[in-house]
């Protein structure tokens, strides 16, 4: 099946992409700038094997002493890599394949890692992005914010996180605003990031009605939909298709948060990011490439990712070495947000410990056959894009939210 606004390539093995294309795009890359919530350990720590165990042994006593449980709501973590290292392996990458590279590093709720990068970058090729939450109903969605003008980049970001955190700004009327004064911008891109991905953990029913909802009020400012480097092919394909019925190009994010680059990234005979988005924004068609990488199975590539993410590093600088010092949590002392190393001056509890080593074993590629053995059909990258079937829901009563002229 041809699609109508995407060219989509699946690579199963290198190979130079210079005869397809002059540039690489990867986008949706985070960095150490980026806070990442800890509200999910609890749903994701049930999940694992053994780590299920040992975690739900700690909770309990947790309970016994503390009179309730641990809260993660203010909780969270940063990626280990700087914002130097993950532009470089982006670029490195790209240019294996033959490319001129662009990427477009897009933290949560923030441009520090971007302003640091264009420093020695040109915005031309790093531009300045982030990973926008936005709050919606009984919900959020996380949107790719791509290539804010330099001299306005600070000022539009506070603006943007203000509806965010402001309780009080949340609304249709207000969210409208804030995509019309992006969209007022001719070079900004706007992408709705892993949109079937249940990120807030309301259930895949009331999430669906999420979605829907969001589209029909707020789809018309929205330039694309994406393609996401750590979300399974069958998602990704559910994706290809709500594209394919609603008319909206795609774009790839990897998502990466640990040490390996992204897994998909963007064709483009662009030479800046700028021309990019124009080909998305006024043209509507791209070109996308999933990576070897990506057909790997996506539980052994997320468990490589914790256990990067997990692990030590004694040639960063002093308070980002260990993997505590990069997990901040409030005790409910008073003292607020803290690193985790305040008050494990001896080192992490035991029982962590083992999961951490747990997490690690179980990340290794040497482990992947297992997980191969596993995965289920309907998760694995087909072989020939040519010969796969995409079923195209009908998507008729989302469709009156899209006609306006705010997404071109």
Request: hydrophobic share 35%; glycine share 6%; aromatic share 10%.
């Amino acid at each position: 099946m041809n699609l109508k606004r995407t060219r989509l390539h699946i690579l199963h093995e290198p190979k130079n992409l210079g005869g397809e294309a002059k540039t690489g795009v990867s986008l949706h890359c985070h960095t150490e700038y980026s806070r990442e919530m800890l509200d999910f350990v609890p749903h994701y720590a049930d999940k694992l094997p053994i780590i299920s165990y040992l975690w739900n042994k700690e909770r309990r006593e947790y309970i016994e002493r503390e009179g309730k449980a641990p809260d993660f709501s203010t909780a969270y973590w940063s990626p280990p890599l700087t914002a130097q290292t993950v532009y470089n392996l982006e670029k490195e990458q790209i240019n294996q394949y033959g490319l001129e590279a662009i990427a477009s590093i897009s933290d949560h709720d923030s441009i520090a890692a971007n302003l640091q990068i264009c420093e020695t970058v040109a915005v031309e090729k790093a531009p300045i992005s982030l990973e926008w939450t936005v709050p919606y109903s009984y919900g959020f969605f996380h949107v790719g914010v791509h290539n804010l003008p330099k001299d306005r980049a600070v000022e539009l970001t506070k603006t943007l996180l203000d509806y965010t955190f402001n309780e009080e700004r949340h609304g249709t009327e207000n969210l409208n605003e804030m995509f019309s004064m992006l969209n007022a911008i001719p070079e900004v891109l706007i992408v709705l990031n892993h949109p079937n991905w249940d990120i807030e953990m309301v259930g895949r029913e009331k999430h669906a009605a999420l979605l829907k909802n969001f589209l029909k009020e707020h789809g018309s400012w929205i330039h694309a939909l994406e393609i996401n480097g750590f979300r399974s092919w069958s998602e990704n394909k559910a994706v290809i298709e709500m594209a394919e019925a609603l008319n909206f190009p795609l774009v790839t994010g990897g998502d990466r948060h640990g040490c390996q680059p992204n897994t998909v990234i963007n064709l483009t005979n662009a030479r800046t990011f700028d021309e990019f988005a124009e080909e998305i924004r006024v043209d509507k068609r791209s070109e996308v490439v999933l990576m070897p990488e990506y057909k790997q199975p996506l539980h052994s590539r997320q468990l490589q990712s914790f256990a990067e993410i997990l692990k030590d590093y004694p040639e960063f600088p002093e308070g980002r070495r260990i993997w505590f010092e990069r997990v901040h949590y409030d005790i409910g002392d008073g003292l607020g947000l803290r690193p985790l190393s305040v008050h494990w001056i001896f080192g992490s509890p035991t029982w962590l410990s083992w999961a951490i080593w747990t997490l690690g074993i179980m990340g290794s590629p040497k482990m992947r056959p297992a997980f191969n053995l596993t995965r289920k059909k309907h998760d694995r990258v087909p072989k020939d894009v040519s010969k796969t079937k995409f079923n195209v829901p009908d998507l008729e009563e989302i469709m009156p939210g899209l006609t306006s002229d705010a997404i071109s």
